[in-house]
């Protein structure tokens, strides 16, 4: 019987098991105050990778993002602008600190922020634009830089799914203040849950530390109100062997990315993703467009994907400034966004794919949509 091909799947071998084995001979499964010896060397591996002067590890993405926001004093009667087409957690994590989401439309080529509606997005309370690299393209983040730079505003990139993308040469990070990582189950590299935040802003890192950890500098003497944020041992020696594994992650995502666009780019009804010149995707998710579709024929192409065992997939159906719980925050018509819920869909695209599934899953989508 034919299983169906799942959009992600984690990627873990004998090496994991063997470190969380050890980890848990240790009987170090956590350290207070400060960092067990799987966490330190994870963040150091981690930072290295992101040519960032530090790196902190969290429990998950959500805490990283909240924990950026708060880093830089975010809170309420400020505002945070970010891109709607996300999920949830950006803007969740906004809504934590007291603070108001801003949402700001994409745009159409690339499904990130689109810069040049930033400005007129920007009051007197904004304090912070937060991009999202999207499927794992980053945003366009020297111009984003630029704007921040200009009206004195602080960059929180949300890098949860960009793990290995290249923009301008660099990791994603080096064009903001903080970027926040996600090591959920689906991601690229995976600690089960987990996240990090990296900077090369000592101030930040200091800050950050402290809130990890309930607010304390030294053992039991909180100077501020924290979290507990601190990531278990047994993700971080996890996180440890999937970095080292990730390259080899990356090169099959960026072979199978090859392969699905060789084979869809006859079909004149689905637009595939592109790489722009200055940027390298990092795959986490192949997003295609059905060009002139509404939301009802688009759920009807992917039902009969799902249909054949191809796991075609929906980020996001809802934008987050239509969500019930976000209305609150504004009546806003954002069209490039609400156009692209209504048209996107993703096939897999991840390392365990075999050669024969992409060719399956390619002649599936001709199938269905020819
Ligand atoms: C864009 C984005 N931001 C934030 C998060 C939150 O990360 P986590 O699920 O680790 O809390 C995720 C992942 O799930 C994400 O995809």
Redesign the pocket.
């Known amino acids: 019987m034919r299983k169906m091909i799942a959009i992600n799947v984690p990627q873990i071998g004998e090496q994991e098991i063997k470190a969380v084995v050890k980890v848990l001979k240790s009987g170090v499964l956590t350290a207070h105050p400060g960092n067990g010896p799987a966490v330190k060397q994870f963040e150091a591996d981690f930072s290295k990778f992101t040519n960032a002067k530090h790196a902190i590890a969290v429990n998950?993405?959500?805490?990283?993002?909240h924990m950026a926001l708060l880093a830089i004093g975010v809170t309420s009667g400020d505002e945070v602008i970010l891109p709607s087409l996300?999920?949830t957690?950006?803007a969740e994590a906004v809504v934590l600190t007291g603070a108001k989401p801003v949402f700001v439309d994409v745009d159409p080529r690339t499904y990130n922020i689109d810069p040049r509606k930033i400005e007129d997005a920007i009051s007197a309370e904004t304090k912070v634009i937060t991009p999202?690299d999207?499927y794992g393209l980053p945003a366009d983040m020297q111009v984003i830089r630029e704007i921040a730079q200009k009206y004195d505003l602080t960059v929180v990139e949300?890098a949860?799914?960009a793990h290995g993308a290249v923009y301008r040469e660099e990791p994603p990070g080096c064009f903001a203040d903080m970027a926040?990582w996600?090591?959920?189950a689906?991601?690229n590299m995976t600690t089960g849950?987990?996240?990090m935040v990296t900077t090369s802003r000592d101030e930040y890192a200091e800050k950050l530390r402290c809130i990890r950890m309930h607010g304390e500098k030294e053992g039991y003497k909180s100077i501020m109100v924290g979290h507990n944020y601190r990531m278990p041992e047994i993700e971080a020696a996890i996180g440890c062997v999937q970095l080292r594994k990730l390259s080899g992650f990356l090169e099959k995502r960026r072979r199978n990315a090859t392969l699905l666009t060789e084979r869809l780019g006859g079909i004149r009804r689905l637009e595939l993703p592109k790489e722009p010149p200055d940027r390298k995707h990092s795959w986490y998710l192949y997003t295609v467009r059905l060009r002139d579709a509404d939301a009802k024929v688009r759920d009807a192409v992917v039902d009969e994907l799902r249909k054949r065992y191809v796991g075609a997939t929906v980020y996001y159906h809802t934008p987050i400034h239509l969500m019930p719980y976000y209305r609150q925050f504004g009546e806003q018509h954002l069209p490039e966004t609400e156009r692209a819920a209504q048209q996107v869909f993703s096939l897999p695209v991840h390392p365990g794919l075999t050669l024969e599934q992409i060719d399956y899953i390619a002649s599936s989508v001709k199938h269905v949509i020819q």
């Open positions: 998950n993405g959500t805490a990283a993002l996300t999920f957690a950006t999202v999207l949300d949860a799914q926040c996600s090591f959920y689906t991601k849950e987990g996240g």
